[in-house]
């Protein structure tokens, strides 16, 4: 375990570390854009230059350590030296701040500030390069702004392997660009690059220009997509930032969606169907409780409901594998002797979506089939002759293989003309309403916090359990 | 480029186990040799051949400075303009070429006979000023010398 | 000339050239000297008591780079002869590809043998085309020979070349982007560590040399240590090859025992200043060597250590004269050009610092310089200066701040003037 001197003060360091390992470990920090823990190094921004004594300057991202090495950080050789590569970066970048989305979370904005803060020395006009170019239908690429630390191009050559983009021409005319064949449309990890370049140079379509960063927070919450079950922040608008004038919908809607960096699941990225989940979360609610299609209020269909349930003789529930955990214990702590429980795959792989591959996508796309099983069996859902009562929790259940005879209780959370076909309707919350927790496929637990409010009518399923194991009205 | 597979196949026989890679070079010229320039189809199928990424080739494309991707004229003028060659009059002798073909650096004549290049250092400075025809030298060029040759280039 | 040659120690005819007329000059002798009589570690022994030096440019000696590879450490081993030779004023390594190819081969076979390589290869820059040819005959010759293929004179040593054509980039001359481009791609440069003796072409240990330092490796091996130590001085053993170009009245290639007097060499062996003009300076061994005065260069001896101790360096011998009433700025605006033309782009200071340099020279030549346009170019020299991935921004900074130490009132002259001292002239014939 080689000792090292870092600003005079010793630290351990690992034989197989990097200088700028050792550094940020123990608090120094020292300032890099294409250094990324899951890449390559690239060693070509130069900003991470360190005075090491004997030695002089050199980049700390590529240096070994060695017994007894002092390195300075904040040596004045090493200020200078920052300075002056931030000169160089931004020689040529567009002064964009004002309309670029990556304002508030730029790392060279951030360096300049604290590194640099002089205007250019350059008197001579900037190289221009392609702005608003289609990097795929996700993405935008701005060449101006791309400093070219080739984290996004290392990123698909290294973990999405989709070999989509590289570099055209030399030198300061060097853009990205991808393959010709644009396989980064086809890359479903493409959006991580969006995380990973440290300037606004490529930008997600669908968050661009809705919101200012600094209006928004992020909520931890589990990507439902599949039963890896990254964990993502969801952004949504800051109350203090709620916006009065204009379109209220503003206050309540997901605005982009980031990993949650997390070793023991998905490290530092999520797939693109996990930026995708307003698709899922944002389709049109059920925010009503029916009884054959006709409002009620909610102690009427809940008591209508718990008369069904006393009159079966053969009740069936389908359970959803997009129940929390604390819901699907509590559909087995209240509801579990009552019915004949099967766990249900609430959605399947949809057309052209990937089923499996060595990085994160997972065959089964449901959050928490695990715990399901293991609370309820992974007996396949069937009915028999008898089946008079057919509990329906959440999406994809077949409606039409449900015997003709049999009642239905459904709850749901979406708009679906099965809702009013069922005897009794009862809405219920999503995942962004309420705390929870799922299981993924490894056995490892998620939690998921709030980010709205749900509507006035709308259920928790964990309540509406505990709820329907109470006698009816007028029953014992 | 398919025809040029056999030819592919000699020369990865001189290298040595796992150096396909290497062989986007040498490929790349001998396509553009045949052809005149790389076509896109080519891009595909020597990434498909050699088992690379087709990025790669892309880049290599686009990266030196002797590989084109589109047609150019029959003769490629490539005149150099670096230090030894300004020294000993490059700039006199590429104001003739430019007046007598009537072209400037980067064109083609209309006949597509010419195009005209400026280059870097081609390691021919004792012989300045000088240009490359296609894939030969020619040194020691006066006006008189560039109107000879050009003369004999149909 | 005066004094021994090594490598150009023939008259040049037609042939030359070729195996049969190498063999009979002796050639091959000390393949078969090191191959039946000598281990490998004494070849590397022998080599690195001669003292040679790198002729690419950097002038590191050339055993103590093969000494970093273990003989048996179960890898694959590589050697790569640069003949990249993109560096403006230099064309030295091309008198041994077109006249003496066997030479090079000879070489390479025996650092082969020295360091366990079985695949050898010649990197050769693609604009090349007669040395190509040249050199490509003379691989058949040899392998029709058997000095190529299997078991080498019925030794157990055997060795295959491929000789490699680049694509048109000097950044393919720095060993590392020399090795990116061998294995297919875009010549990006790479960091160190680790060094390409432990790491290089795919991974594998592999040693890069320039075409005329491996070509001084039969000499030694055949002639031995000591005797190549007796040529040259003691700080710069042996003969090397000069390029000279520019305002000479016989530009060409030459070789010199290293200490040879360098106004000696230009006024007799080169024939002098073009019209008999005066020296302005001196640019000694390629465009990134800083420039020296013809008044700094009088008593100086064509050594390492001569140059080393006035600031600049012999480095690839690319000597170009520059006579008296050429206008320094507009010869730096070419270089200026040149390095930003060649920069590859991959680090952040020599991406825009070339630029940036080339931008400014721009404006000054056109008239359009400012007085802070000199601190401006120094700064990005300084900058530049040990902070890139490869030497081509160091370099870019050295050539416009060499010129600009010794120049700079002209420098001063044209921004104030907007116009050049000497009428924007490079030539040796009109005057100022």
């Given at each position: ?187 479903p990890y493409?959006d991580n690059?969006?995380d ?24 931890p919450s589990v990507c439902p997509g599949c039963e890896r079950g990254c964990t993502v922040q969801i ?22 969606i980031t990993p949650l960096e997390n070793p023991a699941v998905n490290g530092p990225w999520i797939c693109n169907k996990g930026r995708d989940l ?79 591959d060595?990085l994160l996508i997972r065959?089964d796309k449901?959050p928490n ?62 995942q ?6 799922y299981t993924n496929f490894q056995?490892v637990v998620s939690a998921f ?28 | ?154 | ?432």
């Amino acid at each position: 375990m080689p000792e090292i001197f870092i600003n005079g003060q010793p630290v351990q360091a690992r034989e197989d570390q990097t200088v700028l390992q050792v550094a940020l470990e123990n608090g120094f920090f020292v300032p890099y854009f294409c250094w990324h823990p899951q890449l390559s190094i690239a060693g070509n921004c130069r900003m991470c230059l360190v005075d090491v004594e004997g030695r002089g300057i050199d980049i700390a991202c590529n240096m070994p350590v060695s017994a007894g090495m002092k390195v300075l950080t904040e040596s004045d050789d090493v200020k200078a030296h920052r300075k002056a590569i931030l000169q160089f970066i931004t020689l040529n970048h567009p002064v964009d701040c004002g309309i670029c989305d990556k304002a508030g979370e730029c790392t060279l904005q951030d360096y300049h500030y604290i590194y640099n803060g002089d205007r250019s020395l350059s008197v001579d006009e900037k190289v221009h390069s392609t702005k608003f170019y289609n990097l795929s239908n996700r993405i935008l690429l701005d060449n101006e702004r791309c400093i070219l630390c080739l984290r996004c191009t290392r990123f698909t050559h290294e973990v999405s392997k989709s070999m989509a983009l590289g570099v055209e021409r030399r030198g300061d005319v060097s853009n990205i660009r991808p393959v010709e064949d644009r396989p980064l449309g086809e890359d479903p990890y493409s959006d991580n690059i969006i995380d990973i370049c440290p300037v606004g140079a490529l930008l997600s379509r669908q968050f661009l220009h809705k919101s200012r960063i600094w209006y928004l927070k992020p909520t931890p919450s589990v990507c439902p997509g599949c039963e890896r079950g990254c964990t993502v922040q969801i952004w949504h608008r800051k109350p203090e930032w709620f916006v009065k004038s204009l379109d209220a919908r503003q206050n309540t809607s997901i605005a982009r969606i980031t990993p949650l960096e997390n070793p023991a699941v998905n490290g530092p990225w999520i797939c693109n169907k996990g930026r995708d989940l307003a698709r899922i979360f944002e389709r049109a609610r059920a925010d009503e409780p029916m009884m054959k299609g006709r409002p009620v209020p909610l102690a009427e269909a809940l008591d209508a409901a718990r008369r069904l349930i006393g009159a079966a003789r053969h009740p069936v529930a389908l359970v959803s594998s997009w129940g929390s955990n604390e819901e699907l214990e509590a559909f087995k702590r209240h509801l579990g002797e009552v019915f004949h429980a099967h766990v249900k795959r609430d959605w399947l792989p949809e057309e052209g979506e990937r089923l499996e591959d060595d990085l994160l996508i997972r065959p089964d796309k449901n959050p928490n089939r695990a715990r399901a099983l293991e609370l309820f069996g992974d007996d396949e859902p069937g009915y028999h002759d008898g089946t008079d009562l057919v509990l329906v929790w959440g999406e994809g259940c077949d409606f039409a293989s449900i015997p003709a005879q049999a009642k239905v209780i459904f709850l749901n959370s979406y708009l679906a003309p099965e809702n009013g076909h069922a005897d009794v309707f009862l809405p219920i919350s999503i995942q962004t309403e309420r705390t929870g927790h799922y299981t993924n496929f490894q056995g490892v637990v998620s939690a998921f916090e709030p980010c709205f409010p749900k509507a006035a009518a709308v259920s928790d399923a964990e309540a509406l359990f505990r709820s329907l194991a109470a006698p009816a009205r007028g029953h014992p | 480029m398919r025809h040029l597979i056999p030819e592919f196949e000699k020369l990865r026989a001189r290298f040595p186990a796992g150096f396909e890679s290497s062989m986007v070079l040498p490929c790349v010229r001998r396509i553009q040799e045949d052809r005149g320039y790389v076509a896109d189809e080519d891009i595909s199928g020597l990434a498909a051949y050699l088992g690379v990424p087709q990025i790669q080739i892309e880049e290599v494309l686009s990266f030196y400075t002797m590989f084109r991707r589109r047609p150019i004229g029959r003769w490629h003028l490539q005149f150099c303009h670096n230090v030894s060659c300004s020294m000993n009059g490059a700039e006199r002798i590429l104001e003739h070429v430019q007046k007598k073909l009537g072209i400037r650096p980067g064109e083609t004549t209309p006949d597509g006979r010419f195009t005209l290049s400026l280059v870097e250092c081609l390691g021919s400075c004792g012989t300045a000023p000088m240009m490359m025809v296609n894939e030969g030298y020619h040194e020691n060029l006066t006006s008189e010398a560039v109107d000879e040759l050009l003369e004999g280039l149909k | 000339m005066p004094g021994r040659q090594i490598i150009m120690s023939f008259p040049v005819t037609a042939t030359s050239h070729t195996l049969a007329e190498y063999r009979s000059r002796g050639g091959y002798g000390a393949l078969e000297k090191a191959l039946r009589s000598m281990k490998p570690a004494e070849v590397v022994k022998e080599v690195t008591a001669s003292g040679l030096q790198g002729r690419g440019g950097a002038a590191f000696p050339v055993g103590r780079k093969w000494q970093v590879m273990v003989y048996d450490d179960g890898q694959p081993h590589y050697l790569i002869a640069n003949a990249d030779e993109g560096e403006p004023g230099t064309f030295k390594d091309r008198w041994i590809l077109e006249n003496n190819p066997h030479v090079l081969l000879e070489s390479m076979l025996i650092t082969s043998y020295a360091l366990n390589v079985r695949n050898c290869f010649v990197y050769i820059r693609g604009e090349f085309d007669l040395p190509y040819r040249r050199l490509a005959g003379a691989v058949e010759e040899a392998y029709a020979a058997g000095f190529f293929g299997e078991r080498i004179l019925g030794t157990d040593f055997s060795c295959d070349i491929v000789v490699y054509r680049g694509a048109g980039a000097y950044v393919a001359g720095e060993a590392s982007g020399l090795i990116s481009s061998l294995e297919g791609k875009k010549s990006y440069p790479r960091n160190r560590p680790p060094r390409l003796t432990v790491r290089g072409l795919y991974q594998r240990p592999t040693v890069v040399n320039n075409v005329e330092s491996l070509s001084n490796i039969a000499w030694i091996v055949a002639h031995g240590a000591a005797a190549y130590k007796e040529i040259g001085t003691p700080k710069s053993p042996g003969t090397r090859l000069y390029s000279v170009s520019g305002h000479v009245n016989r530009p060409g290639v030459y070789e010199a025992e290293l200490g040879y007097p360098w106004m000696k060499f230009l006024e007799e062996d080169c024939g002098g200043i073009v019209g008999g003009r005066a020296i302005k300076c001196v640019v000694p061994g390629g465009v990134s060597s800083k420039v020296l005065t013809g008044a700094e260069i009088k008593d100086l001896a064509l050594s390492h250590e001569a140059l080393w101790d006035v600031g600049s360096t012999l480095g690839s011998g690319g000597m170009i004269v520059i006579a008296e009433g050429t206008c320094m700025v507009t010869l730096s605006q070419i270089l200026m050009r040149f390095y930003h033309h060649e920069s590859c782009g991959q680090c952040t200071p020599c991406r825009h610092g070339t630029g940036w340099l080339h931008r400014i020279m721009d404006r000054i030549v056109a008239g359009q310089g400012r007085p802070e346009d000199i601190e401006r170019l120094y700064y990005i020299a300084k900058f530049n200066d040990g902070t890139t991935i490869c030497g081509l921004g160091d370099a870019a900074g050295y050539a416009i701040s060499g010129i600009l130490d010794k120049f700079r009132d002209e420098f001063e002259y044209y921004i104030e003037h907007k116009r050049s001292r000497y009428d924007g002239n490079l030539e040796c014939l009109r005057s100022s």
